[in-house]
């Protein structure tokens, strides 16, 4: 099928682009063609073999997935990912699921870092760049998606509590 073959060849943001694509495509169709009642289950005829089927797979994909998106800091592909997860629940969930597991691990790796549970000024400027990094995905990339951004706050939180000595910093 035609999202398998793409998704094996093209990157995540790659993808994600074809898919955007034929959901305008078939916007236009709509449009040009059927009346407005006819455009929501054409649209879901495109969702769902290009993303419900295959989110987790374009989210994880190795070397394009979501985590190279965010270690690259592609604020525009995030947001493209975004706007089509959205349109599907369980993408979303999955989306906002790596988002929230990725905060986790970056604050774990920060407390793990020997020097950084030693030096409270080195903590707290860590703590500020991670929190700078996912906020900047929630505004740019995830058009300031409340629940996103309280699904980051509380990982953030979480994470960090779990540290003994942030709550002396």
Known sequence: NEAMEKIATHSAAEYLQVVQKRLDEEQERCLDFLNEETKKPLIKKVLVP???????????????????????????????????????????????????????????????????????????????DIKQKYNAIVHQSCEKDNDIGLAIKNAFEDALSKFEASSIY
């Open 50 to 128: 290009m993303v419900q089927e295959h989110c987790k797979v374009i989210i994880l994909k190795q070397d394009s997935g979501l985590g190279k998106m965010i270690k690259l800091k592609q604020y525009a592909n995030i947001h493209l990912m975004y706007k089509i997860f959205t349109q599907v629940p369980d993408a979303k969930k999955l989306f906002e699921n790596f988002l929230v597991s990725s905060v986790t691990e970056d604050c774990e790796a920060m407390i793990s870092d020997d020097g950084v549970g030693a030096n409270p000024k080195e903590f707290v400027e860590r703590c500020i």
